[in-house]
């Protein structure tokens, strides 16, 4: 991910891992008569909204699709904070946990 004008790289089984572990996951509720409880699963980090998968249906255009949005400030605050042992690969490139042992190791 893009994050501080840098890449940073983790190997996706360190994120599943993280966020399967830390993630709080529950469904929404509706707080006006116009809303759905249920609509959305939401996913909070320390109390806080870290990201939403949300059913739409507001239009014939959007009927049926799935939107799937993430704080990326929370999620990032998390990584940085279980995955902390980075290495720096180059001026742009941060390299964080496991994905130390294969980013980079490919032949050219």
Not at 15 to 32: F, P, Q, Y
């Amino acid at each position: 991910m893009l994050d501080d004008n840098k890449y940073r790289v983790f190997l996706n089984k360190d994120v599943v891992k993280h966020l399967g572990d830390n993630l709080i996951v529950h469904n929404s509720e509706a707080r006006t008569a116009a809303q759905f409880a249920d609509q959305k699963v939401v996913f909070k980090y320390e109390g806080n909204n870290a990201g939403e998968l949300e059913m739409r249906n507001d239009s014939q255009a959007h009927y049926q699709e799935v939107r799937f949005n993430m704080n990326k400030p929370r999620v990032m605050q998390m990584l940085y904070r279980f995955v902390p042992h980075a290495r720096r690969f180059n001026d742009e490139i941060v390299v964080y946990g496991a994905a130390i042992k294969t980013f980079g190791n490919w032949e050219r």
